[in-house]
Each structure stands twice: as C-alpha cells, then as structure tokens.
C-alpha cells in the first residue's frame, strides 16, 4: 500500500521551532521533551530540521 507519493514535492520556504515562541524559562522546561521519547536533543538544532 503506497501512502505517499515520492514524486510530489513540498516546498516550506518558512518553518519554525515552535518552543521558540516561549519564555526562556518555559523554553528550558520543553527542549529536553525533544527528540526521541528516550533520547532527547542534546546538540544544535534543538528542533531538528527540515528536509
């Protein structure tokens, strides 16, 4: 069953890490909820990337 279409492409001039909107101290809560559920973000980019 193909659910994507390989051919089709997106293109996302802008995005964003949405934790950049919070206060520093809200922020410092939620970064290390980032990333895998047992191997959170440690290194630059916190948010990850777009591909």
């Known amino acids: 069953m193909q659910v ?7 293109y ?3 995005a964003v890490c949405s934790v ?3 206060s520093e101290e809200i ?3 939620l970064e290390p909820l980032l990333g895998h559920y047992d191997e959170p ?3 630059e980019p916190i948010c ?3 591909i």
Not at 4 to 10: F, H, Q, V
Request: no cysteine; charged share 30%; glycine share 10%.
């Open 20 to 22: 950049d909107y919070f």
């Open 41 to 43: 973000r440690l290194v």
């Open 48 to 50: 990850g990337t777009v």
């Open 4 to 10: 994507s279409n390989p051919g089709r492409k997106i």
């Open 27 to 29: 922020k410092s809560d």
């Open 12 to 14: 996302n001039k802008y």
